[in-house]
């Protein structure tokens, strides 16, 4: 045994010195080729990072942090001098005490943390070619910059934050590309198919989901960072191949919450990246394009969190491959490109580094405001609970995943606010239970920036949407107090209501008021459940239920025999809904469950387009919500295939947003009407409406032009425009992502378990005019908008428009939905309507 332990130990030993006494291996050496020459695989990526901490035991430590719905897996190198390795989980963990995000106070002056992000866009893969040069080059003992970085800072480098998308590119270029590569830009190389690599498996854009926390890399990701809670955060991209690279200051506008030392190392990176691209002769670009405004960005969710966040950007993308021959006749090549992202990459660190001190003291100053004096002029918001539990409950779920502190009203009192759903400020009565968040927290200046009503705007071209509050996207009945309410812990539930109890319901009745309810009703249907839907509000029991309301009778499920109670309770409590069971079929007010205007349900059969003419993330986002969020088969049709495909195997046909102008030829549009007309639905989204807009059986039309006030009209010679002018001029016709108040027909079943309204968020200057021939469910009337940038013509134009409607032809129907419900997952209110439109709308 004795002998065993020592063979062990001299065997350790001499791995430890092979390891040692082993060079360390460039990128080239360890792939066998020069780094640029090639796109490389995640998995050799991967496996570099991994050999570099073999060699680097007492400097890099490897944090896997999860997998890509692909299976790929989700990884973080934490770099650090051998003198703060042994003490990185106490540099983490004194970094989060300073800031008061966990109990406790640091043990030593916290250390300066960088984090690097690499390739979240997986076609702009340059950025996981030059990590691992990046990473080499830290961890060079030779290397003097490198050196004096790890001296005073911790680096986290995360080497692929979408490697579904990633590997969709570069396998897709390595079987394209020939012996040598072709810089001509006709090559094939150079033209990407659809959908691109950029997103990830389920086509969404993971950059815009830092705040919504979607999609499940973000959710990894971001839980991680809140582990680290880095002082500094660097994203890395890439753009059009003809654009020189980009680095901070960012453009106007800024967001007013970021701090003056925000706004003051902004130029200071400038600084750092300047020396370098200065010295090479490399063209560059600042204070253009890039704002620092929507939440949801690799920038902009660091800095709301306190950090230094910043973008780079790279003339490249999926376009320019291992070389292109750009418009001014240079060539673009793969080297060349690795070399810009890798000085960035040094000029942050160094910048970090230089500046590590104050870094640090600013970041614990933001997080102690936000503690003892948060920005804004909203200190305490308050969230109605009754009657919306299941919407509360999806978001003190989001705010939870957040980090954000919350809790709920301990006595009932009068108080004025401002009230998201009048948009006015009125008085109001806090009851107990009552959701309460006041911004006297660490994380404060985050949660304002998510939840107050209207972000001011210092300049109206921006890069993103305009609007995002969660009050509206979740469609809460919040209020917005000027005023610190300071909450308690969730009091004892009230006395549950004296009922008599029913050892055998008539039937079970469920209220649909959210997307819990949706989610509950798909997983019925595919267990074989028949559904009712009442058309009209009733009473029973002495409760009140809305249209739309689910009634699950045990006459109708005989075929389910002993299981039917069981089934039933079981999908109640695993989503969260109330299912009251009821011992007849007879209200007292409203129409009794055998009445025609008690529908039953279909288990739909349905269908959504993909590829050529759809735009990715919109045909990502519909099956993302049936294949994740409600659980319900879908399938997927190629565009391609649409002409063929067999449209009477499926009850409903989903049309993402796109342009459809390829796709509808003169014979599919005539084959879809009749399917439609035969009893299919027929579910069009955003852009698809154009291909059906005017034509014939379509009642969907571009409103008529109004006649102009004679006394507007001006000379030609008052209007000459002003080319310096053209891009701020273009904004007068845009809605770069507005709040507006639809005016809604919540007796139509495409609008159940609403209000007589609906915030949504309008992405496009349409101007559908109100429907003659159907069901005009949702729209747009004067005076609507709500939040966000609607420049002057945009807002004129969306007077009087339809924003959701409903058309019969002959047996089935055509549902046009202008705006989009679904939009990258967050609207969440949205999610109801869409499920409307899928099970309700045609029954």
């Given at each position: ?16 010195f092979t ?44 944090i ?68 691992m ?13 490198s ?13 692929c ?54 999609q ?11 582990q ?8 890395f ?22 701090t ?20 090479a ?12 405004f ?78 003892n ?76 920036i ?49 009922t ?12 649909w ?35 739309g309301?689910?009634i699950?009778?045990?006459?109708e ?15 109640a ?18 129409a009794d ?24 993330m ?29 449209l009477?195997d ?18 599919t ?48 010679g ?122 309700m709308t045609?029954?």
């Amino acid at each position: 045994m004795k002998r065993t332990h020592l063979t062990c130990s001299l065997l350790f030993f001499s791995v430890l010195f092979t390891f040692a006494q082993t060079p360390v291996q460039n990128p080239t050496a360890y792939l066998g080729y020069s780094l640029g020459s090639q796109f490389t695989p995640h998995h050799r990526v991967v496996n570099y990072v991994e050999q570099l901490a073999r060699q680097f035991p007492r400097q890099v430590k490897l944090i896997p942090y999860g997998t890509s719905y692909e299976n790929r897996p989700l990884v973080v190198a934490v770099v650090a001098s051998e003198e703060n390795f042994p003490k990185l989980e106490e540099i983490r963990t004194n970094n989060l005490k300073s800031i008061g995000v966990m109990d406790g106070q640091p043990t030593a002056k916290p250390v300066a943390i960088g984090w690097m992000n690499y390739n979240i866009h997986g076609n702009e893969a340059v950025s996981t070619e030059a990590v691992m040069q990046v990473m080499y080059d830290l961890l060079d003992p030779q290397n003097t910059s490198s050196r004096g970085i790890l001296a005073n800072t911790v680096v986290v480098l995360d080497p692929c934050a979408n490697p579904d998308g990633f590997d969709r590119y570069v396998n897709w270029f390595n079987q394209k590309v020939g012996r040598t590569n072709n810089p001509n830009p006709n090559a094939w190389e150079h033209r990407e198919p659809w959908p691109g690599g950029r997103m990830n498996h389920y086509l969404y854009d993971l950059n815009r989901d830092w705040a919504w926390q979607v999609q499940r890399e973000s959710q990894l990701r971001t839980a991680l960072y809140q582990q680290w809670m880095p002082h500094l955060h660097a994203d890395f991209h890439e753009m059009g191949p003809n654009a020189p690279y980009y680095f901070s200051p960012a453009a106007k506008p800024f967001h007013e919450a970021i701090t003056p030392w925000q706004r003051e190392f902004q130029q200071t990176i400038g600084e750092y990246n300047r020396k370098y691209f200065d010295k090479a002769g490399w063209l560059y670009f600042t204070k253009e394009n890039f704002d620092l405004f929507y939440p949801s960005y690799g920038d902009t969710y660091p800095t709301y969190n306190g950090a230094i966040g910043m973008t780079y950007e790279q003339g490249g993308s999926g376009v320019a491959g291992l070389a292109l021959a750009k418009d001014d006749g240079d060539t673009l090549t793969l080297q060349q490109r690795i070399s810009h992202h890798v000085a960035a990459s040094v000029a942050s660190m160094e910048a970090l580094s230089a500046k590590a001190d104050r870094t640090v003291s600013e970041f614990i100053k933001f997080f102690e405001q936000a503690k003892n004096a948060p920005v804004g002029v909203y200190k305490s918001y308050v969230i109605k609970t009754k009657g919306d539990e299941g919407k509360v409950k999806a978001f003190t779920k989001y705010l939870d995943r957040q980090g954000f502190q919350y809790g709920y009203a301990g006595r009932e009192m009068l108080a004025t606010g401002y009230g998201f759903q009048s948009d006015k400020t009125e008085s109001f009565r806090v009851e107990s239970g009552d959701v309460v968040l006041n911004l006297y927290q660490p994380r404060s200046t985050m949660l304002k920036i998510l939840m107050e009503p209207k972000s001011a705007l210092e300049d109206s071209v921006t890069y993103d949407i305009t609007s995002w509050s969660l009050p509206y996207a979740y469609g809460l009945k919040a209020f917005a107090l000027k005023e610190r309410i300071n909450p308690v812990a969730k009091p004892a539930a009230p006395a549950a209501p004296q009922t008599v109890k029913i050892a055998k319901p008539y039937a079970y009745v469920v209220r649909w008021q959210s997307h819990e309810d949706a989610h509950f009703l798909a997983h019925l249907l595919q267990n074989k459940v028949r559904v009712r839907a009442a058309e009209k509000p009733f009473e029973i029991d002495g409760q009140s239920f809305g249209s739309g309301s689910l009634i699950i009778t045990r006459g109708e499920n005989t075929k389910l025999g002993g299981k039917f109670d069981q089934l039933v309770q079981e999908e109640a409590r695993d989503h969260g809904v109330t299912a009251l069971p009821v011992a007849t079929g007879y209200v007292t007010k409203g129409a009794d469950f055998g009445s025609n205007s008690v529908q039953q349900l279909k288990a739909p059969r349905i269908a959504s387009l993909a590829g050529e003419g759809t735009v990715p993330m919109a045909a990502g986002e519909v099956w993302f919500y049936f294949d994740h969020e409600i659980e319900y088969p879908i399938s997927v049709i190629s565009t391609d295939q649409l002409a063929n495909a067999r449209l009477n195997d499926f009850d409903v046909l989903i049309m993402p947003n796109g342009n459809y102008s390829r796709v509808l030829t003169e014979k599919t549009l005539a084959t879809l009407k009749s399917w439609v007309q035969a009893g299919g639905k027929l579910i069009a989204m955003e852009g698809s409406l154009s291909s059906i807009a005017g034509k014939e059986g379509f009642a969907l039309k571009q409103k008529e032009e109004e006649k102009k006030d004679k006394k507007d009209e001006k000379k030609s010679g008052d209007t000459l425009k002003v080319y310096a002018d053209r891009e701020r001029s273009a904004v007068s016709e845009e809605t770069p992502g507005s709040i507006y108040r639809v005016s809604l027909d919540n007796t139509h079943p495409l609008g159940y378990g609403f209000p007589n309204f609906y915030h949504s968020l309008v992405l496009q200057t349409t101007d559908y005019g109100y429907l003659k021939e159907g069901w005009n469910v949702g729209v747009l009337k004067k005076n609507d908008l709500v939040a966000g940038f609607a420049g002057k013509a945009a807002r004129k134009k969306l007077e009087n428009t339809l924003v959701f409607g409903v058309q019969e032809l002959g047996r089935g129907q055509v549902v046009y939905l202008v705006n989009n419900p679904l939009f990258r997952g967050f609207w969440y209110s949205g999610k109801l309507l869409f499920a409307n439109a899928v099970f309700m709308t045609g029954n």
